[in-house]
């Protein structure tokens, strides 16, 4: 068969590993033993519930075998195997969207890149570190044709028919000549095995050949001698007394190819109505695919230990997609379909208990604001999804946000908020939006400040814009911007605010006769102390909810038009109330408006009329 071109993302991959400068290249090994153990937890998942292979016999195991002489490492399993599709969709192209984010994020820079493998684990590709070439030959079980795909890793690959008399994969790599004393040796994969994959819940075994001494003619002969070299016991189901803290981190980098250690993991045994067992997971880095929409999930499904399903994002729900780990359970039915499993009342109870734990592991965390923070870092943005989503624990949730603010320096979380407020307050003030320093510095803040009101400063406006509203409230205190709420009270009496309306009664209306429909309104207000003008948003009007909820959903909606409240106390404004310059109040009525945007991050739509319009008032000065 003619040689095929892999997809340019795997041969950017590839490249990097034949050039990679990285030092842990042991890896290859744990990556391969757990594709093989996946392998076989399909098969034995499927000759359990698939008629057609409820017959065949076979006992679950992988092997190892190396070859000094012949500069060769050789792992086989029995598993479900792979047919030409398979071998082309897994090996060929690149089908996980967190992989191609993977090569997204590659810089070209070999130091940097080789950082970024350490980070991510790449599953089969990571052979070609160590490889001069590399031969899968491969039957799938229920199929009479087996395959070989053959390649060097240099950007082609080739597949053929061959023979196999059983199901199940064979990798056969030839070592790189300063790889060989390295990995063909004994000692060196025995070690490697208890490291990494002592846990996997197969035998692995290791064939080799040992010299040995015959007693009588003292004459040396090689004896071929098979070993199991790994504990073979799932690790979920020990005793979490027996389980040390590097056998947790190994197991995670097996079921999760990273190659960091967790920040932290939730092992639970739970006994009564459901009897089940959950080991999760929390990686120190949020996966590459977390935002994408194809993202995979990380919660493989067992029952009574025997592999289901690990593509079912049902299992938890997605604001928690970066969770890794194991769910099994003693009560489900091992010929439980995906069908039945979304609807399933064991698996919803499952999913629920599992939940609150995690929340509670997470509050837990907080307690340890430096380790809390990188948590929050990695994951907030995910956390602020669960609070708009997850009703039922919308509370919990909310306990573990964290939000910039206008009091303290870093970060800092509604009930340290509520602490910090004045008695006679009763809402969470925030204000949204792109950049951190615009909002810092923004005119609405200044009556806050003054009246010595602490604000929070939400600055993922993506996000923030679209679920903020819908928190509603904690522990009663209402959720309220600053951008369409009434300004902090003021000592001024109603006798004064509407003696100061009718002063500036004929300037507002011509300021909103100049900008039309640029505006919704144009009134004075006690919000500003050094700013001229402020633009905010009707609170009351029905588009700014409609606004949110098509965001929510990911359309596009016109904004609706601001009010521009002017500072009756500013020079500017007192000024322009006793101008008689027409020309002159209508550049000024859009500067304010235009100055008032610019302050709050807002794009005006006119730059080069501001710009006229401004040449045109200083020329006025002089």
């Known amino acids: 068969m003619a ?93 996980k969207s967190g992989t191609k984010s993977f090569v997204e994020k590659l810089t070209g820079d070999a130091k940097k890149d080789s950082n970024l493998i350490g980070q991510f ?83 692995i075994f290791l064939n080799y050949k040992e010299e040995v001494e015959n007693e009588e003619t003292k004459e040396k002969t090689l004896e071929s001698k098979k070993e199991q070299i790994n504990a073979a016991t799932a690790l979920w189901t020990l005793p979490k007394s027996k389980v040390k803290p590097e056998e947790y981190n190994e197991f995670y980098k ?12 939730v092992h639970t045994k739970a006994e009564g109505v459901n009897n089940y067992t959950t080991l999760f997971y929390v990686p120190q880095k949020a996966p590459f695919d977390m935002y994408r929409v194809d993202y995979q999930s990380g919660v493989k499904l067992y029952v009574k230990r025997v592999f289901i399903t690990d593509d079912d994002k049902e299992l938890l729900p997605t604001y928690l997609r970066f969770v890794r780990g194991i769910i099994d359970s003693e009560d489900l ?22 939940v609150k734990k995690l929340l509670g592991e997470f509050k837990k965390l907080s307690e340890d604001k430096e380790k809390y923070e990188k948590f929050y870092k ?6 602020k999804e669960g609070a708009y989503q997850d009703f039922t624990n919308k509370e919990a949730i909310l306990e573990l946000l964290r939000y910039k603010s206008t009091k303290v320096e870093g970060m800092t979380s509604f009930a340290e908020y509520k602490d910090r407020a004045s008695t006679e307050q009763k809402a969470i003030y925030y204000i949204v939006g792109e950049n951190e320093k615009i909002l810092r510095s923004s005119p609405l803040l200044e009556s806050y400040k003054k009246a010595d009101i602490e604000v929070l400063i939400l600055d993922d406006k993506e996000i923030d814009d679209i679920i903020t509203p819908a928190f509603g ?62 633009v905010v948003k009707d609170g009351n009007d ?25 500072n009756p106390e500013h020079d500017i ?19 304010l408006l235009d100055n008032a945007k610019i302050s709050e991050g807002i794009e005006i739509k006119d730059p080069i009329g501001f710009a006229k319009r401004l040449n045109s008032v200083m020329a006025k000065v002089f």
């Open 3 to 95: 040689k095929q071109q892999f997809q340019t993302e795997v041969g950017q991959l590839l490249y990097l590993m034949t050039h990679s400068l990285y030092s842990n290249k042991e890896i290859f090994i744990r990556e391969l033993v757990s594709n093989s153990s996946d392998a076989i937890d399909k098969l034995k998942y499927l000759t359990l519930t698939d008629e057609s292979l409820k017959s065949l016999e076979w006992t679950p195991q992988i092997s190892i075998s190396f070859d000094k002489d012949d500069k060769s490492l050789t792992i086989v399993d029995n598993g479900i195997g792979m047919d030409e599709t398979d071998l082309i969709n897994n090996i060929g192209t690149i089908a």
């Open 121 to 203: 684990g790449v599953g089969f590709y990571s052979v070609f570190m160590v490889a001069d070439y590399v031969d899968v030959i491969t039957k799938k079980a229920g199929s009479e044709q087996a395959y070989k795909w053959s390649s060097d890793g240099r950007g082609e690959f080739e597949i053929k028919p061959v023979t196999k008399e059983s199901q199940g994969t064979v990798i056969y790599i030839k070592l790189k000549d300063d790889e060989v004393e390295d990995f063909a040796s004994k000692h060196r994969i025995e070690t490697i095995i208890k490291k990494y994959s002592n846990h996997i819940a197969y035998p």
């Open 254 to 265: 097996s079921i999760s190819h990273d190659s960091s250690d967790p920040l932290l993991h």
């Open 333 to 354: 039915p091992l010929n439980v379909s995906r069908e039945i499993l979304q609807e399933n009342r064991i698996l919803a109870n499952i999913k629920q208990s599992s």
């Open 378 to 383: 990695e994951f907030g943005r995910a956390l």
């Open 473 to 534: 409230a904690y522990q009663e205190w209402q959720f309220k911007d600053i951008t369409s709420c009434e300004a902090p009270s003021t000592e001024q009496s109603e006798e004064e605010k509407k003696e100061i309306e009718e002063k500036y009664k004929s300037i507002v209306e011509k300021i909103k006769s100049n900008l039309g429909d640029a505006v919704k309104d144009v009134k004075v207000t006690n919000r500003l102390s050094d700013s001229p003008s402020c």
């Open 542 to 566: 029905p588009m700014a909810s409609m606004a949110h909820m098509f965001r929510a959903m990911g359309q596009e909606m016109p904004e609706s038009a601001p009010i521009l409240e002017i």
């Open 573 to 591: 404004i007192k000024k322009l109330n006793g101008c008689a310059d027409d020309s002159l109040i209508a550049d000024i009525s859009w500067l």
